[in-house]
Structure formats: structure tokens, C-alpha cells
């Protein structure tokens, strides 16, 4: 029998992003500059971006996800998160996290991506 971790009720699967800060904004835009290769469609809006975390210090976390664990870019779409999102005026520094929970699908996508995709 496999042991499940329990899971504190009432919390989020995503961690929520810190909408409020004056960079977030940019952040989001420097993130739609970044696309999936095989995809023509920008990461932000296939609902890769999980979490924008901005502290108070103007250090960026992104957690993301790809399309599935076998992605061919997945060593380097961190990097162009972070080439993306570095430059920024007001970013003290960017750090990349992947994580595959909750698993990346289709209902994650913007209404745009889907329209883009065909999907609706």
C-alpha cells in the first residue's frame, strides 16, 4: 500500500503570484516574449507560468511547468525565462523553478491560446 502524503486543506495547488507588485505587470509581458518551440503559442498563455513571486527586494521566483516531462527544451526554457525576465528595469535577480504538480493541461491555456490553437 502506498503511503499519500496528506495535504493541508484550503491550500492551493499553485502558489498565487504577487499580482500587486509594480513589476508583476512586466514580468508577465517579459514572459509572454518566451515560446514553446513546437507550440506557437507564448508560455504565459499556455498556462506554463504557474507563480510570479516578486518580494520586497525585486527578486523574481517563476514557477512553471512544460507540456510534459519529456519536453526537448526542458533544460533550457528556464534559461529563457530568466534571459527574459533579468533584464527587466527593477529586477534584482530571477530564479526558474519547474515543477510537474499539478500537471500542465489544456484547460490551463488563456481563451487567446485556444483561439490561436484552434481549440475553439
Known amino acids: 500500500m502506498t503511503e499519500v502524503s ?14 500587486d507588485h509594480p513589476l508583476y505587470d512586466a514580468v508577465v ?9 513546437e507550440i506557437p503559442v507564448n508560455i504565459y498563455d499556455l498556462g506554463l507560468v504557474y507563480t510570479v513571486d516578486i518580494n520586497p527586494a525585486n527578486e523574481v521566483k517563476v514557477i512553471m511547468t512544460l507540456t510534459a516531462p519529456g519536453c526537448p527544451v526542458a533544460g533550457e526554457m528556464p534559461g529563457w525565462v530568466a534571459d527574459a ?26 481563451d487567446e491560446a485556444r483561439l490561436e490553437l484552434g481549440f475553439m
Open 6 to 19: 496528506p495535504q493541508i486543506e484550503g491550500t492551493p495547488l499553485i502558489a498565487p503570484s504577487s499580482t
Open 29 to 37: 509581458e517579459a514572459c509572454r516574449t518566451v515560446y514553446d518551440p
Open 85 to 110: 525576465v533579468g533584464p527587466l528595469d527593477g529586477v534584482s535577480n530571477v530564479e526558474v523553478e519547474l515543477t510537474w504538480e499539478p500537471a500542465w493541461g489544456m484547460d490551463m491555456m488563456s
